[in-house]
């Protein structure tokens, strides 16, 4: 909506004539431009770059889930090594739990 309202004020500056038509003319031509051009990029280029780039990486539910299964798997393997954990101590400076 707003490029549609500022491409339409910059036809008038295209289109006018009288003293300081040369100068008018140019600004409008340059606003004109500049918004196409914004909103062709902003509307095409970006969503096609966008999918460009996202084929690579998987969405954040499948990478939350692959670390959940990797995860799963290193449990499972500590468990049946039985590795000991590491009991929490307290800190004798603050009577608060740390690590040994």
Do not use: N
Request: aromatic share 2%; hydrophobic share 50%; glycine share 8%.
């Amino acid at each position: 909506m707003t490029a549609i309202t500022t491409a339409a004020g910059a036809v008038p500056l295209i289109l006018s004539s009288g003293a300081g038509t040369e100068t008018r003319a140019v600004i409008g031509t340059v606003v004109l431009t500049g918004v196409l051009v914004a909103t062709v990029l902003t509307l095409f280029v970006v969503p096609v770059a966008y999918q460009l780039l996202a084929r690579r990486t998987g969405s954040p539910g499948a990478v939350r889930r692959r670390l959940e299964a990797e995860m799963a798997v290193l449990v499972r393997k500590a468990r049946l090594r039985r590795v000991p954990t590491m009991p929490l101590v307290r800190s004798a400076a603050r009577g608060q739990p740390g690590p040994r």
